[in-house]
């Protein structure tokens, strides 16, 4: 494998801490609700936004699926508001983060959900696109509507190969 090949793990709240928050409803008690006829599992993640006008909002979203390896030339950023992506089935995703250094993407890390998990990529962070695996998949987003720059791109003069775990 060459030096441009990410390999991915799974998705712990501990290695995605630097890049915002695993949605997971394991990690908090449910409360009861409707006469305990309910569940809910309550502040999950929090969806911070910046800039006049701005509001969070949620929308449906329906991809479709990758295969790993997978070549990944672009990441993006949101620098006025964090963005989770939370799947409507069990299904596993994809989720690339990059660090930042000095405005610029670093090295790629690539992690694998388990069954139920979403995530919320924190304020200007540098991830890879909703890359669903094995079958199309939809999700709720919930991010930052309003005016002002919301969106940057970057892409890769030299491609990363993202290649499963067991090809290590």
Known sequence: MSARTIFVAPLTTEAFAPFGTVIDKAAVAPR????????????????????????VVIGHVEAEPYALPLSLGLVERHPLGAQAFVPLSPAPFLVVVCP????????????VTAAGQGVCYGLGIWHGVLTPLGAPQNFLVIDRGGRGPNLEEHVFEVPWTIAPPDAA
Do not use: Q, T
Request: proline share 11%.
């Open 32 to 55: 009861p609700m409707n006469a305990g006829k309910a569940r809910r599992y309550h502040d999950l993640a929090e969806i911070p936004v910046s800039g006049e006008g701005s509001r």
């Open 100 to 111: 930042d250094e000095d405005g610029r993407p670093g090295r790629p890390l690539a992690f």
